[in-house]
Each structure stands twice: as structure tokens, then as C-alpha cells.
């Protein structure tokens, strides 16, 4: 699913936020995206959960930085 589909599957979900597998070519990665207080946070699988500037993005960002980007949504987290 491409970046517009998670930001909609999260905008309409009761969780939190979801983890994800990102698919770029050949290589895949895992990532937590939490929708709070309007902006998305996305980090990888490894960090820690800090809501800060470092990992905000407003849907535009989003959209934009994962524009050439495909998802798999592997569960919610709430």
C-alpha cells in the first residue's frame, strides 16, 4: 500500500498507530507510524518512542518524503 492508504488506514483506525514494514526495491525495513494531536511520528522499529521534532511529520511531509515508498501493515499498536 503506498503512503496515502497508512495515513487514511490510521486516520479511520481506534489504535494509535501501526507497524509497518517499508518496502524499497529489494530491501525491506520495519517502522512504527503513531498519529498524534494531527501530526504523524514515524520511527524506526529500533528507536525510542519520543514524540519530538526529530520524528514529526505533518500528512503533507509524509506524503511527500514517502512518496516512492510501499507498505505492509503488520498490526496496531495502540
Do not use: P
Not at 519520543?50 to 511527500?64: A, G, P, Q, R
Request: glycine share 4%.
Amino acid at each position: 500500500m503506498t503512503a496515502f492508504e497508512v495515513l487514511n488506514q490510521l486516520n479511520s483506525s481506534s489504535e494509535r498507530g501501526f507497524q509497518l514494514t517499508k518496502r524499497n526495491g529489494i530491501l525491506n525495513s520495519t517502522w512504527l507510524i503513531y498519529l498524534e494531536e494531527d501530526f504523524y511520528y514515524y520511527f524506526d522499529i529500533v528507536e525510542s518512542i519520543i514524540f519530538n521534532e526529530k520524528h514529526k511529520y505533518s500528512e503533507d511531509e509524509f506524503l511527500k518524503e514517502f512518496e516512492n515508498s510501499y507498505f505492509e501493515i503488520d498490526c496496531e499498536c495502540g
